[in-house]
C-alpha cells in the first residue's frame, strides 16, 4: 500500500472544517459505526448518506458560504472600490489588450490565471505583475469536472498551478478561484494546506457565452456598487458579431461607469488582503 502523502495529510490538519462539512464528516462515521454493529442496516445509511451528499451537493454554489469561507465582496474598508477579475489567461491575444486598456484607464485588476496557460506564456504574466495587477490561482488545467475530483487530484491541480505561477512571477498566489466557480466541499483543506483563500464574485457577465457586448455590460454594471467584485474572461472570451473578443467592447465603458460612479478598481491582493 502507498503511504499516504505527507502534504495532504499537513493540509487535512491545517483544516478547520465549517460546521456543514463537520456535520457530514461526523455523519460519515456514524454510518460506518452503525454498519460495524449492524451490517443489515445498510440500505438505510446508504440512503441517509445519499441525501447527506445531495444536500453539499446543492450547496456548492459558486457564491455559497455554508461550506466555508468565500469572497463574494470586499471588505466593508473598501465601499469606494470595485475588484476587476479576469479569468481562464492569460491569452496572447487579449490579455495584452486587456492590459493597455486597463492601464489607459488607471486601474488595476486581478488574473486568476490556468496555470498550464501560464507555463506557455510566462513573459505575459510576468508583465501583468510588472503592470501592477496580481496574478491568481485557478487551478492547473481547469477541468471542467473539477468539483467532482477526489482530494489527491484536488490537491494536485491546485498545487501545480500554485507552482507554475510562483515560479514565473516570484510571487506565490494568495487567492484562488474554482473552475466553473463550483465549490467541492473537500476543497477547503486543499486550500489551507497552500495558504489560499476562496474568491467568487458578485455579478458575471457571461461573457465566455453572450455575444453581445451590451448585454454583458448590463450585467456587470446594472446596480453597480462600491464593494462589488466583477467576472470577466481574457481567455475563452467569446467574440461578438464582428469577430472582436467579447470584453474588450466591453471593458471601455464598464471603466467608465465604475469612474463615474466615483469608484476605484483595485486588485484583490490590494483590497482584500
Same mark, same amino acid.
Given at each position: 500500500m502507498r503511504p499516504p502523502n505527507p502534504s495532504v495529510v499537513a493540509s487535512l490538519r491545517a483544516w478547520h472544517p465549517a460546521p456543514l462539512p463537520r456535520a457530514s464528516l461526523w455523519l460519515h462515521g456514524l454510518g460506518a459505526a452503525t454498519?460495524?454493529?449492524?451490517?443489515?442496516?445498510?440500505?438505510?445509511?446508504?440512503?441517509?448518506l445519499a441525501c447527506n451528499h445531495a444536500l453539499l451537493a446543492g450547496l456548492m454554489h459558486p457564491r455559497g458560504t455554508l461550506l466555508g469561507p468565500n469572497l463574494v465582496r470586499l471588505p466593508e474598508s473598501h465601499g469606494d472600490a470595485v475588484?476587476?477579475?479576469?479569468?481562464?489567461?492569460?491569452?496572447?491575444?487579449?490579455?495584452?489588450?486587456?492590459?493597455?486598456?486597463?492601464?489607459?484607464?488607471?486601474?488595476?485588476?486581478?488574473?486568476?490565471?490556468?496555470g498550464?496557460?501560464?507555463?506557455?506564456? $510566462?513573459? /505575459?504574466?510576468?508583465?501583468?505583475?510588472?503592470?501592477?495587477?496580481?496574478?491568481?490561482?485557478?487551478?492547473?488545467?481547469? $477541468?471542467?469536472?473539477?468539483?467532482a475530483h477526489g482530494l489527491w487530484a /484536488?490537491?494536485?491541480?491546485?498545487?501545480?498551478?500554485? #507552482?507554475?505561477i510562483a515560479g514565473i512571477t516570484g510571487i506565490a498566489p494568495r487567492w484562488f478561484r474554482a473552475p466553473m466557480g463550483?465549490?467541492?466541499?473537500?476543497? #477547503?483543506?486543499?486550500?489551507?494546506?497552500?495558504?489560499?483563500?476562496?474568491?467568487?464574485w458578485t455579478r458575471r457577465g457571461y461573457d465566455t457565452?453572450?455575444?453581445?457586448?451590451?448585454?454583458?455590460?448590463r450585467r456587470l454594471a446594472g446596480g453597480l456598487a462600491g464593494r462589488d467584485i466583477l467576472l470577466l474572461h481574457d481567455g475563452n472570451a467569446a467574440r461578438d458579431p464582428w469577430g472582436r473578443p467579447v470584453v474588450l467592447s466591453v471593458l471601455p465603458p464598464l471603466l467608465a461607469r465604475i469612474r463615474a460612479a466615483g469608484l476605484s478598481a483595485l486588485s484583490l491582493t490590494t483590497a482584500a488582503a
Open positions: 454498519l460495524a454493529v449492524q451490517p443489515g442496516l445498510w440500505p438505510q445509511v446508504l440512503g441517509v475588484a476587476l477579475t479576469f479569468d481562464d489567461g492569460p491569452d496572447p491575444e487579449v490579455t495584452p489588450r486587456v492590459l493597455d486598456l486597463l492601464e489607459a484607464a488607471g486601474a488595476r485588476a486581478t488574473f486568476f490565471v490556468i498550464a496557460r501560464a507555463a506557455r506564456h $510566462p513573459a /505575459l504574466l510576468r508583465e501583468i505583475v510588472a503592470r501592477g495587477h496580481s496574478v491568481e490561482n485557478h487551478s492547473q488545467t481547469h $477541468p471542467g469536472h473539477f468539483a /484536488l490537491r494536485r491541480e491546485v498545487a501545480a498551478a500554485q #507552482d507554475s463550483l465549490r467541492s466541499p473537500l476543497l #477547503d483543506p486543499v486550500l489551507a494546506g497552500q495558504g489560499l483563500r476562496l474568491a467568487a457565452r453572450i455575444r453581445d457586448p451590451q448585454r454583458v455590460l
